[in-house]
Nanobody, 123 residues
Framework: QVQLVESGGGLVQPGASLRLSCAASGRTFSSYDMGWFRQAPGKDRQFVAAIRRSGDITYYTDSVKGRFTISRDNAKNTVYLQMNSLKPEDTAVYYC????????????????WGQGTQVTVSS
């Protein structure tokens, strides 16, 4: 069992940066691949980024490549999403999730989810 709690969301202007954090409970955090997804109003949940359990491999959706960076600290049971050069289209609720197996971009393959944190990019 893994419990996930996101933090770090907020209201920022276009071009600004935010860093989201996701703290995991339990002693098996390092056994899970981690992902970030987002959901804008009226839209399906979308894959954003993922990181392998060892932290050596990362994946990104095309729209955030070069702007977002996913990382993890297994000693702190935490995964991060550094978001730079934010755009209004990045506005969404951001969720972190844990996956033991399956495909990194498929939300159905993630077993555990946080409650989400709102990111709003607006001038």
């Amino acid at each position: 069992q893994v419990q996930l709690v996101e933090s770090g969301g907020g209201l920022v202007q276009p071009g600004a940066s935010l860093r989201l954090s996701c703290a995991a409970s339990g002693r098996t955090f390092s056994s899970y691949d981690m992902g970030w997804f987002r959901q804008a109003p009226g839209k399906d949940r979308q894959f954003v980024a993922a990181i392998r359990r060892s932290g050596d491999i990362t994946y990104y959706t095309d729209s955030v490549k070069g702007r977002f960076t996913i990382s993890r600290d297994n000693a702190k049971n935490t995964v991060y999403l550094q978001m730079n050069s934010l755009k209004p289209e990045d506005t969404a609720v951001y969720y972190c999730a844990a996956r033991y197996s399956g495909t990194y971009y498929l939300s159905r393959d993630y077993s555990y989810w946080g409650q989400g944190t709102q990111v709003t990019v607006s001038s």
